[in-house]
């Protein structure tokens, strides 16, 4: 089975934009197949990637809803959808795959794409070495189990109370839900080195020490600044830029190959 990162965090503090780093930063190892996973019913990683999905899961099954009538004779819907996702959602990229969630915006229980995603994701993950899923923002997505099991469950924080909270909250709901992480880590984003005695100091005032290790500060990044407001692929961030140095120098720490 494939390497399991999955990022978390309040919404507004980058995860998915960290999320996007990681696939570049593996991409560029050339270590194995990559499948990003965009959990997140506000999609954003596949744009983040220089990409724009042809459908959704979402989609795929308000179709499906609307006109069961395409589903052909002997074919169960289950299948009849599993079949269409594998051929209208999973995007294929250069040096990654990526599979995009998205919403339904017809009538039903929500659940019922998760339930969708944990089916696909269960038979996808044997296919590739490393699996980087970018949950949706806040806690939702860990009590409808979207994700089950990881390697490394990530959590993303900016540098204030109210974030460090956030993410002793996501863990602790990790853990009430007994969900199988074999390791729990915390990256603060967009944080200036120099306030390092700061964070350390809310760390212990949070108590998050307690629950996630603590691997470092990405700083902030005027390139994914021009970026995010041009509209363009972070796959393009110059290679030398503050955060993806950054993350590169504490990426052994989220997987060991990187």
């Known amino acids: 089975m494939g390497y399991i990162i999955a990022v978390a965090g309040k919404g507004g503090t980058g995860k998915t934009t960290i999320a996007a780093l990681l696939v570049r930063i593996i991409k560029e190892k050339r270590r194995g197949e990559i499948l990003a996973v965009d959990a997140d019913p506000n999609s954003n990683l596949a744009e983040n990637l220089g990409l724009k999905p042809r459908q959704t899961i979402g989609q795929i099954l308000d179709e499906v809803s609307a006109h069961p009538e395409d589903i052909p004779p ?151 600044l021009d970026i995010s407001l041009n509209g363009g692929s972070l796959l393009d961030l110059a290679d030398d830029a503050v955060s993806i140095n950054t993350l590169r120098k504490i990426g052994d720490r989220i997987c060991p190959s990187i």
């Open 74 to 224: 002997g074919v169960s819907k289950d299948r009849f959808i599993e079949y269409k996702i594998h051929h209208n959602v999973i995007e294929e990229a250069d040096g990654f795959d990526i599979l995009t969630m998205g919403r339904p915006e017809g009538p039903g229980c929500y659940c019922y794409v998760n339930n969708v995603l944990r089916g696909i994701m269960t038979k996808l993950i044997k296919n590739y070495r490393y699996i980087i899923i970018d949950n949706e923002a806040g806690l939702e997505h860990l009590s409808r189990r979207t994700t089950r099991t990881a390697d490394v469950f990530l959590v993303i924080s900016d540098a204030t109370s109210v974030g460090l909270r956030s993410a002793r909250r996501i863990i602790e709901l990790v853990q009430e839900l007994s969900i199988d992480i074999k390791k729990k880590v915390l990256i603060i984003n967009r944080c200036d080195s120099q306030r390092q005695v700061d964070i350390d100091k809310m760390l212990q005032r949070e108590n998050i020490q307690t629950g996630l290790e603590f691997i470092g500060c990405i700083p902030q990044d005027q390139g994914i």
